[in-house]
């Protein structure tokens, strides 16, 4: 098995003072990358996930999900898919540095590269080992409509309350607190004015797919800088 090439990185928590100091997040993968694959619900950007690497777009492999609720449909579906899906619940832990320390315990031994957040839902905390190796995808434009109880329809019934013209989705690293950490890309959507929550959701769905294959393949091939919450793409050589 090969080491993970991950590069020194600055602290996301801490800002840069003086000139800009770029660091890179990852050298290139020479090999697919390894996926650990997040979820509470049912499954639906996982299978994203599965159908872009048996299609050929997506050079990755998925050797675990883990799940935070043995009942829910991304279960079934990621076993059906012939994936490893770990059930690890948040209520049979007494906090989330324990029921954290459980899951990135399981990403490790499964020799895991990223974890994507996928419709999961519980607060995790990072460890160390695994900064800017963790993303989410949110679906609204990251600092707006976000953060704790932001999820799901609610989400969407926020930007269609608000009246905002534009919304979209966002793929970030994540810290340890709820749509917070340094952005690595944004795609957006225009909010008609007879959309309902649903023929929202569609639509920015259809931008989520696109943005969280873009930030995998930007990390995957080295092209993810940071600078403090900063996050930029370069060209490689």
């Known amino acids: 098995m090969d080491k993970n090439p991950q590069s020194e990185i600055r602290n996301p928590k801490s800002p840069s003072s003086g000139p800009e100091q770029w660091r890179s997040v990852c050298s290139p993968f020479s090999r697919p990358i390894r996926l650990g694959v997040l979820i509470s619900g049912g499954g639906t950007t996982l299978m994203n996930f599965v159908e872009e690497i048996a299609a050929g777009r997506l050079p990755a492999e998925i050797p675990l999900v883990v799940a935070s609720r043995g009942d829910c449909g991304g279960v079934a579906r990621a076993r059906a898919a012939g994936l490893r899906c770990d059930v690890i ?10 029921f954290s320390a459980s899951i990135f315990e399981a990403c490790r031994a499964a ?8 419709g999961f839902l519980s607060l995790i905390e990072v460890p160390p080992d695994f900064e800017f190796r963790v993303m989410n995808i949110h679906p609204a434009l990251i600092p707006s409509f976000c953060g704790k109880g932001f999820y799901g329809h609610k989400v969407h019934e926020a930007v269609l309350a ?6 979209g989705c966002t793929v970030h690293f994540v810290d340890n607190h709820y749509d917070h950490g340094p952005i690595i890309v944004q795609s957006c959507v225009d909010v008609h004015d007879d959309d309902t ?3 929202l959701a569609a ?3 259809a931008a989520e797919r696109g943005a969280y294959l873009k930030a995998i393949g930007l990390y995957a091939q080295g092209r993810l ?10 060209q490689t050589s």
Do not use: P, Y
């Open 89 to 98: 619940s948040r209520k049979n832990f007494s906090g989330v540095a324990e």
């Open 111 to 118: 020799h895991v590269d990223i974890v994507l957040l996928a």
């Open 162 to 167: 608000a009246g905002v013209k534009i919304s």
């Open 197 to 199: 929550c649903d023929t």
């Open 203 to 205: 639509r920015v769905f």
């Open 225 to 234: 800088q940071t600078d403090g919450r900063r996050v930029r793409q370069v």
